[in-house]
């Protein structure tokens, strides 16, 4: 890993802001890990940092979608913490089967490192974050949760099936995933109903 630059500031807890550099750092390498999906306009495969800022600005943005009461803000955060793990875990292709079995465990694994290079308050807060999204049992993990789901498919029906044709993904399998998208947002949730009925009309899916 790359040290911190050497740290002059006066007033300023070095020790604290070197672990903070350190995370800063460390968390540039989601630049490099490359996801299945492809860009919108279909011309490379997403990294995992544009994946969770684009999610983010998302969230944001259908915001109006969510339960009443859900806090964005509380989403965002969720949000663009939520793929750290994947610097360690590597993205695991929702419809690996074989590669979902050990997803779990690797990503823990990865939490356990990689929040910890934080002060200890900071991983505290973060580890929570990123197990209150996995768990899914707030509104605002849940709707975290729904639109991480939708980007995906959308990325897919506007690349003419993208990595539903690619690996021969069925409405079926496809079909599962909206169960988590609904959970967190109805409207998000029929939206995405009628998307799959059109990829399904358009060719964009394997028939089961």
């Not at 306009?41 to 339960?67: I, Q, T």
């Amino acid at each position: 890993m790359t040290e911190p630059a050497p740290v002059f500031t006066s007033g300023v807890d070095h020790e604290r802001l070197t672990a903070q550099l350190r995370f800063v750092l460390e968390v540039d390498k989601l630049k490099r890990i490359l996801r299945r999906n492809l860009l919108v306009d279909g011309s490379r495969r997403e990294n995992d940092a544009e994946h969770s800022w684009h999610l983010a600005v998302a969230a944001r943005v259908f915001a109006e979608y969510a339960p009443e009461g859900t806090d964005i803000e509380h989403v965002v955060e969720l949000l663009l913490l939520h793929d750290v793990v994947e610097i360690d875990a590597g993205d695991t292709f929702v419809y690996d089967t074989a590669a979902s079995e050990s997803q779990a465990e690797r990503e823990r694994l990865a939490a356990d490192r990689i929040f910890t290079l934080l002060p200890e308050d900071q991983a505290i807060r973060a580890r929570a974050l990123w197990d209150e999204f996995e768990a899914r049992e707030t509104s605002e993990a849940r709707f975290a949760k729904a639109v991480d789901r939708l980007a995906p498919m959308l990325a897919n029906w506007h690349t003419d099936g993208g990595t539903w044709k690619q690996f021969g993904v069925t409405k079926e399998q496809v079909l599962e995933k909206v169960k988590i998208i609904s959970e967190g947002s109805e409207a998000l949730g029929s939206y995405a109903l009628a998307l799959i009925d059109d990829a399904e009309r358009r060719g964009y899916l394997r028939r089961g």
